[in-house]
């Protein structure tokens, strides 16, 4: 049976976050790579010039840690983030924790459609 919260090659849009106001016309995309329960990858868009992530995923439980830089400022942001993924309007939705030197946050991402 396949896993059907396999990570491996989607994209994820940024939906809403309480650290910011998020551009719907540009908004920031995760896309992911997963492996063995090892999830990896790249984001950028809105307010971030470049980020990356790795971690793991277990079931439909993703914990990751993360570093991006700001686009406005060139400031290096680190943090860790826990994520509950879950079926939403025939894909995948990610509700997000995260931490950084700011305090916690939640953003809410979805994912988009195959290019």
């Given at each position: 049976m396949s896993d059907s919260f396999d990570l491996d090659g989607r994209r994820f849009g940024m939906v809403s976050?309480?650290?910011?106001?998020?551009?719907?016309d540009s908004p920031t995309v995760f896309d992911y790579h997963e492996r063995d329960g090892m999830v990896w990858g790249e984001y950028e868009g809105d307010t971030v010039r470049i980020g990356?992530?790795?971690?793991?995923?277990e079931g439909e439980r993703l914990s990751v840690r993360f570093t991006h830089v700001v686009d406005a400022t060139g400031e290096v942001v680190g943090g860790a983030a826990e994520s509950r993924i879950e079926r939403h309007d025939g894909g995948l939705r990610l509700v997000e924790t995260f931490h950084t030197a700011d305090g916690e946050q939640v953003s809410v991402c979805a994912e988009l459609p195959a290019q």
């Open positions: 976050s309480t650290s910011s106001t998020v551009d719907p990356r992530f790795v971690g793991s995923r």
